[in-house]
């Protein structure tokens, strides 16, 4: 069946420094592909989405590059902020009326 | 609503007890969804109601789990004779349309502590 994979945290980083969190997938045609984010203490939140192979979601300085021929939907930003520490989920989207499947999660703490 | 509510935004009860979670979606959403967040276990799918059809059941642990959907509005999560297993952070969310596309909007979410 379909499922997500993401890389294991905590990942520690200091502020300004490049992060990348990385999720690849498992599925069959063509599922959507998403990142939530979770602050402490709030519920997810929809971070960036993209719908078919190459398109580029973004928002908040985040990105990540919808990959068919990796099965990759990787998350980065150039300069992190302490203000992005959370939890952040890879999910993807496969057929029209199923939920979405989540990864585990990656917890990222960023220090000044 | 402007958001996803849920309630009780936390719960502890005694094992063996039955617990009911309640999700208020936005408004005119047709779509519904339970998840269960456990530590180190990401999100676990529950349940799914769409309009009127028949929910998606299959993500429900066990035969202790149900839930209800009135038309397109509140749900209520029961989970019957409580074990220590069945605490989690037990998250709603909504979206407009089953579009996978659309992506979700969540509730805080009712943490769950089973003594």
Known sequence: GDSVTQMEGPVTLSEEAFLTINCTYTATGYPSLFWYVQYPGEGLQLLLKATKADDKGSNKGFEATYRKETTSFHLEKGSVQVSDSAVYFCALGGQAGTALIFGKGTTLSVSS | ?115
């Open chain 2, 1 to 115: 609503g402007a958001g996803v509510s849920q309630s009780p935004s936390n719960k502890v009860t005694e094992k063996g007890k039955d617990v009911e979670l309640r999700c208020d979606p936005i408004s005119g959403h047709t779509a519904l969804y339970w998840y269960r967040q456990s530590l180190g276990q990401g999100l676990e799918f529950l349940i799914y109601f769409q309009g009127n059809s028949a929910p998606d059941k299959s993500g429900l642990p066990s035969d202790r789990f149900s839930a209800e959907r009135t038309g397109e509005s509140v749900s209520t999560l029961t989970i019957q004779r409580t074990q220590q297993e069945d605490s989690a952070v037990y998250l709603c969310a909504s979206s407009l349309v089953p579009d996978i596309g659309f992506g979700y909007t969540f509730g805080s979410g009712t943490r769950l502590t089973v003594v």
